[in-house]
């Protein structure tokens, strides 16, 4: 039995708080994106503050869904960090990562998930 290779859904449109998703009717502010979906990114289950950033629990459903490539934006002013022990954990793993601006990490993983790359994002829609 072969396993069916899932895409990643596109990011459809961008604005201060807003992120729309090819595929959702609703607009997600916060968004965790992977192969085969998109669901809100709730800072308050993991407890993540810009400051020290994207945890490892952040990023480990878009890793459940088969990503290989992530992209982890930074936020519009760059205020949000990355730990770097999601950056450690996810070099452990042979996974590779972007961390950009949001407007660069939109447009990578867009790039990404067009050329069908099983790619995963957390997007951060303001600051």
Known sequence: MSEQLQLS??????????????????????VKLYP??????????????HDPGIQIA????????GARVVVLSRGVQLRLKTHPDTLTYLNE???????LQTKEAIAKYNELAEAGQPVGALIHSTC
Do not use: M, N, Q, S
């Open 93 to 99: 793993k042979g996974i590779e990562v972007f961390v």
């Open 58 to 65: 952040d990023v480990e459903e878009v890793l459940e869904h």
């Open 36 to 49: 085969g979906g998109a669901t809100k990114w709730d800072w308050k289950v993991t407890g993540t503050r």
């Open 9 to 30: 859904p596109k990011i459809t449109f961008f604005e201060w708080g807003t992120v729309d998703v090819a595929g959702y009717e609703k607009e997600f502010k916060d």
